[in-house]
Each structure stands twice: as structure tokens, then as C-alpha cells.
């Protein structure tokens, strides 16, 4: 689990693509005003949405495994029962992200022990979009 601002600061240099898992382009809702704020830093996204067809204009992933390029940062909006098995998903990935980040409100003692041991930071009970403005602006 990482602490320090600077050390966050200089990981989020590092990452240029996002995959926001639970992506829903529904105005005024949290992952929207996320998503959106992510393509306006000028970061590639991946929505990531089991039924969706498209958010923000971009094609939608049923999966993290279905998305065609390395992911840098996995940002989860779901529920944290949901999240041991995005860790598992995320283990499974042939190049493992960066971050494993799970917003505002969200945090899993079993999803962080999955990736533990793993090249993975875990980030949780965090907005992505608060972080990268506070520590990238």
C-alpha cells in the first residue's frame, strides 16, 4: 500500500493509460466525472463495462483481459465484495499495471492480499481524479 505523496507523484508520471473498470458515461455520476477528467489530462482510457457498448465516445471492454493495450492503472468503480475478483483478474494479465486503484470509499483486505508480492501498488479509499490534479497539476 503506498503513503507517501512522492512516491505516488512519480508512479502517476509513469502511467499514461487507464482502465476504469465499472465505466458509465451517466452526467453527474462519480466514474463519469473521472473518466472524463482522465481523457481531458490527456491519458488513454479504457472503459471497462461487462454490457456496455461504448462510454465517452470509445469502445467499452467486456474485461480487463479483453483490453488491446498494456494498462497502466486498473481505477475500480465497483462495490469492494466486487474487487477480490478484478485482483484476481488483474493477476491474470499477461503485463501487470502499475496500480491496482480502488476510489473513493472502496477498499478490500482480500483484493490487496491477492496482489501482494506482485510489481503492483494498491491504492484504496482514494479518487484517482482528486490524486492526479493534487500531485500532477
Known amino acids: 500500500m503506498l503513503q507517501d505523496d512522492s512516491?505516488?507523484?512519480?508512479?502517476?508520471?509513469?502511467?499514461?493509460?487507464?482502465?476504469?473498470?465499472g465505466a458509465k458515461d451517466r452526467p453527474g455520476s462519480p466514474v463519469d466525472g473521472v473518466g472524463r477528467?482522465?481523457?481531458?489530462?490527456?491519458?488513454?482510457?479504457?472503459?471497462?463495462?461487462?454490457?456496455?457498448?461504448?462510454?465517452?465516445?470509445?469502445?467499452?471492454y467486456p474485461s480487463l483481459a479483453d483490453v488491446p493495450g498494456a494498462i497502466d492503472i486498473v481505477d475500480l468503480f465497483r462495490a469492494p465484495e466486487h474487487c477480490p475478483a478484478h485482483a484476481r483478474e488483474v493477476a491474470a494479465?499477461?503485463?501487470?499495471?502499475?496500480?491496482?486503484?480502488?476510489?473513493?470509499?472502496?477498499?478490500?483486505?482480500?483484493?490487496r492480499a491477492i496482489l501482494a508480492?506482485?510489481?503492483?501498488?494498491?491504492?484504496?479509499?482514494?479518487?484517482?481524479?482528486?490524486?492526479?490534479?493534487?500531485l500532477l497539476a
Open 117 to 134: 508480492g506482485r510489481p503492483i501498488t494498491v491504492v484504496e479509499d482514494r479518487c484517482l481524479m482528486v490524486e492526479h490534479q493534487r
Open 7 to 21: 512516491a505516488l507523484r512519480a508512479l502517476l508520471r509513469q502511467c499514461r493509460c487507464v482502465a476504469v473498470v
Open 93 to 111: 494479465l499477461a503485463v501487470s499495471p502499475k496500480i491496482f486503484w480502488m476510489q473513493s470509499g472502496i477498499a478490500s483486505p482480500e483484493a
Open 37 to 60: 477528467y482522465l481523457l481531458r489530462a490527456g491519458l488513454t482510457v479504457y472503459p471497462v463495462h461487462p454490457v456496455r457498448k461504448t462510454v465517452w465516445g470509445l469502445i467499452a
